[in-house]
Nanobody
Framework: VQLVESGGGLVQPGGSLRLSCAAS????????MSWVRQVPGKGLEWVSD?????????RYADSVKGRFTISRDNAKNTLYLQMNSLKPEDTALYYC??????????WGKGTLVTVSS
């Protein structure tokens, strides 16, 4: 199993970024996938789930609801996170994870998002 994030970078407050997570080594469309972030020196914060129940259901942390959109392209085995109206407090290392058995069993190495003027 491999998860590789990309798309991070430096953006001004109010700007947008789209993160991508390329998945391989498993049947991507069979799993719920998630984004989790970590502010340097602080704990992990769950951001969003794309629930694989064939319904297109998604969930978001209150801190990003209405600004972030999770999606996936099963044909490309890729998970996305569209981030709009970015705030300095969104600065973090963003991880793509696979959910299994009630937990997150595989993680990527992360992509750094810095929101600063």
């Amino acid at each position: 199993v491999q998860l590789v994030e990309s798309g991070g970078g430096l953006v001004q407050p109010g700007g947008s970024l789209r993160l991508s997570c390329a998945a391989s080594g498993f049947t991507f469309n069979s799993y719920t996938m998630s984004w989790v972030r970590q502010v340097p020196g602080k704990g992990l914060e769950w951001v969003s789930d794309d629930i694989n129940e064939g319904t297109g259901s998604t969930r978001y942390a209150d801190s990003v609801k209405g600004r972030f959109t999770i999606s996936r392209d099963n044909a490309k085995n890729t998970l996305y996170l569209q981030m709009n109206s970015l705030k300095p407090e969104d600065t973090a290392l963003y991880y793509c994870t696979r959910r299994s058995g009630g937990g997150m069993d595989y993680w990527g190495k992360g992509t750094l998002v810095t929101v600063s003027s």
